[in-house]
């Protein structure tokens, strides 16, 4: 940890890692490499129907006169050399050889993924157009697939470290060369393999390389916060299981004190590659669509928070919602609570009147049917004045299905056996929810159903979920 003053606020914070694998990066690697399996494969199965169509729906285009497709491609040419010319310039400015580095083998290995896949596909029919082929980067000769893989390759794996202005003219480049090169190339998947080529190939050298983090800064953090009328004096990351974002603990200048959840791009594709690994699952979990952004996922969990707190939920006042910039991201800012999560009291701590009122607030949840979906001890607090507290609403739902409520049953009576035992537990629950509705857990009450914390504790002494499975299949 390291502290520096930013426009008065005063911010301790790790330093950010200068080169990551973010899980931004491992998520568009991932989804380039199946794109390209998928159209490699459907064009090897039905290549020839495909191209002969399109064939057919183009040839239209052979009214186009040639200069202009000359004129076309001898300009996004120009472009992109301009735009190399001045990425290399920059490059060499600020010594940024990695990038450089990583630019170079991601356009020679994308070349030669493109050539690999042009002689798996065959030789292609005739030209969309008859216009003579340019043989440049946007021209139709034998090699100029590899070129324009070699191009996406380049501007994918350089996209991370530019700002978006340049990231924009890239991609405005990519799209103009490769409809170059589609009309004046043989009707085949040349372009689409090229492309989808070059962008798992930059993608790769990416991760393999790392990229810069994707994470709001702290001084990005204090900036949001203060637009939106939430000033900053102090700012202080905390080490706390805090999963899918990255937690601070914030002191106000009229001297309040808040608790801050920072969300940017990598929370984001950790996010949906966890909910990508729980919907391949041969289990229902329940999970509902991802949101179609971050922002809608925060705007979610804050909304869920407040309608907790108006149900009579004991949960954090929401303080602020704001946006950061460079990278961009959210912070959802709440009071914070003095006291401790669950996960830190001792075991002698965790006494009968503690289990009730823990137990209280997940019925008053239940009423409403709302479902938190990760009621680990993390996410339930023990306030100083001895009450029990819920936090932490980004996975959970309103409205919720008995499949889902009856996780969260499943979810806190074994996280809570981890401490106090299966039958405390047990008996706990009984107390506030009776057998009836305690019954409804037991298929969940299964490892791949559980939290990864949770899981963690009971791998440690398995038999504890085993006894507590047996004890509340004996419910009557």
């Given at each position: 940890?390291?502290?520096t003053?930013?426009?008065?606020?005063?911010?301790?914070?790790s330093q950010?890692?200068?080169?990551?694998?973010?899980p931004?990066d491992?998520?568009?690697?991932?989804?380039a490499?199946?794109?390209?399996l998928?159209v490699?494969?459907?064009?090897?199965?039905?290549g020839?129907?495909?191209?002969?169509?399109?064939?057919v729906?183009?040839r239209?285009?052979d009214?186009?006169?040639s200069?202009?497709?000359?004129?076309l491609?001898?300009?996004?040419?120009?472009?992109?050399?301009l735009?190399i010319a001045?990425?290399?310039a920059a490059?060499?400015?600020?010594?940024?050889?990695?990038?450089l580095?990583?630019?170079?083998?991601?356009?020679i290995?994308?070349?030669?993924?493109?050539?690999a896949?042009?002689?798996?596909?065959?030789?292609?029919?005739?030209s969309v157009t008859g216009?003579?082929?340019?043989?440049?980067?946007?021209?139709?000769g034998g090699?100029?697939?590899?070129?324009?893989?070699?191009?996406?390759?380049v501007?994918t794996?350089?996209?991370?470290?530019?700002?978006?202005?340049?990231?924009?003219?890239g991609w405005?480049?990519?799209?103009?060369v490769?409809?170059?090169?589609?009309v004046?190339s043989p009707?085949?998947f040349?372009?689409?393999?090229?492309i989808?080529?070059g962008?798992?190939?930059?993608?790769?050298?990416?991760?393999?390389?790392?990229?810069p983090?994707?994470?709001?800064?702290g001084s990005?953090?204090?900036?949001?916060?203060?637009?939106v009328g939430v000033?900053?004096?102090?700012l202080?990351?905390?080490?706390?299981?805090a999963r899918g974002?990255?937690?601070?603990f914030?002191?106000?200048?009229?001297?309040?004190?808040l608790?801050?959840?920072a969300?940017?791009?990598?929370e984001?594709?950790?996010?949906?590659?966890?909910?990508?690994?729980r919907?391949?699952?041969p289990?229902?979990l329940?999970?509902?669509?991802?949101?179609?952004?971050l922002r809608?996922a925060?705007?979610?969990e804050a909304l869920?928070?407040?309608?907790?707190?108006q149900m009579g939920?004991?949960?954090?006042?929401?303080?602020?919602?704001?946006?950061?910039?460079a990278?961009?991201g959210?912070?959802l800012?709440?009071?914070?609570?003095?006291?401790?999560?669950?996960?830190?009291?001792?075991?002698e701590?965790?006494?009968d009147?503690?289990?009730?009122?823990v137990?209280e607030?997940?019925v008053?949840?239940?009423?409403?049917?709302?479902?938190?979906?990760?009621?680990?001890?993390?996410?339930?607090?023990?306030?100083?004045?001895?009450a029990?507290?819920?936090?932490?609403?980004?996975?959970?739902?309103v409205?919720?299905?008995?499949?889902?409520?009856?996780?969260?049953?499943?979810e806190l009576?074994a996280s809570l056996?981890?401490?106090?035992?299966?039958?405390?537990?047990?008996?706990?629950?009984?107390?506030a929810v009776?057998?009836?509705a305690m019954?409804?857990?037991l298929?969940?009450?299964?490892l791949?159903m559980?939290?990864g914390?949770?899981r963690?504790s009971?791998?440690g002494?398995?038999?504890?979920?085993?006894q507590l499975?047996?004890?509340?299949?004996?419910?009557?």
């Amino acid at each position: 940890m390291s502290a520096t003053v930013v426009d008065g606020v005063e911010i301790t914070a790790s330093q950010p890692e200068r080169v990551t694998q973010a899980p931004s990066d491992v998520l568009r690697m991932a989804v380039a490499v199946v794109s390209l399996l998928v159209v490699t494969l459907l064009g090897g199965l039905f290549g020839d129907a495909v191209v002969g169509f399109v064939g057919v729906l183009l040839r239209g285009l052979d009214g186009l006169p040639s200069w202009f497709l000359s004129l076309l491609a001898v300009g996004a040419q120009l472009v992109g050399v301009l735009l190399i010319a001045v990425g290399l310039a920059a490059v060499i400015r600020s010594r940024a050889w990695h990038i450089l580095l990583a630019a170079l083998i991601a356009a020679i290995a994308a070349g030669l993924v493109a050539g690999a896949l042009r002689l798996v596909m065959g030789d292609p029919d005739p030209s969309v157009t008859g216009a003579e082929p340019i043989a440049a980067i946007g021209g139709g000769g034998g090699w100029s697939a590899g070129a324009l893989a070699a191009l996406v390759a380049v501007v994918t794996a350089s996209a991370p470290w530019v700002p978006r202005r340049w990231r924009r003219l890239g991609w405005a480049l990519t799209i103009a060369v490769a409809v170059v090169h589609f009309v004046e190339s043989p009707v085949a998947f040349d372009t689409l393999l090229a492309i989808l080529a070059g962008w798992a190939t930059g993608s790769a050298v990416t991760v393999f390389f790392g990229g810069p983090p994707q994470r709001p800064t702290g001084s990005g953090i204090a900036a949001g916060l203060a637009a939106v009328g939430v000033p900053l004096a102090r700012l202080e990351q905390a080490s706390l299981d805090a999963r899918g974002s990255t937690p601070y603990f914030a002191t106000t200048v009229d001297g309040s004190e808040l608790f801050v959840k920072a969300l940017g791009a990598d929370e984001r594709s950790a996010d949906l590659m966890f909910r990508i690994y729980r919907r391949i699952q041969p289990r229902d979990l329940g999970d509902e669509k991802a949101d179609a952004s971050l922002r809608r996922a925060v705007e979610h969990e804050a909304l869920v928070a407040l309608m907790a707190s108006q149900m009579g939920v004991r949960t954090p006042r929401v303080a602020a919602f704001a946006s950061t910039s460079a990278p961009d991201g959210f912070v959802l800012a709440y009071d914070a609570i003095a006291g401790r999560s669950l996960d830190r009291l001792e075991p002698e701590e965790m006494t009968d009147d503690v289990l009730a009122l823990v137990w209280e607030q997940l019925v008053l949840l239940r009423s409403h049917r709302v479902a938190h979906r990760d009621l680990r001890l993390a996410n339930v607090f023990l306030a100083d004045d001895g009450a029990a507290w819920i936090i932490d609403f980004g996975f959970s739902e309103v409205a919720a299905s008995d499949l889902l409520l009856a996780t969260d049953l499943a979810e806190l009576t074994a996280s809570l056996a981890t401490v106090v035992g299966p039958q405390r537990a047990l008996d706990s629950g009984l107390a506030a929810v009776g057998p009836g509705a305690m019954a409804t857990s037991l298929p969940r009450l299964e490892l791949p159903m559980l939290s990864g914390a949770t899981r963690t504790s009971l791998k440690g002494q398995p038999e504890r979920l085993e006894q507590l499975r047996t004890l509340v299949a004996a419910l009557p």
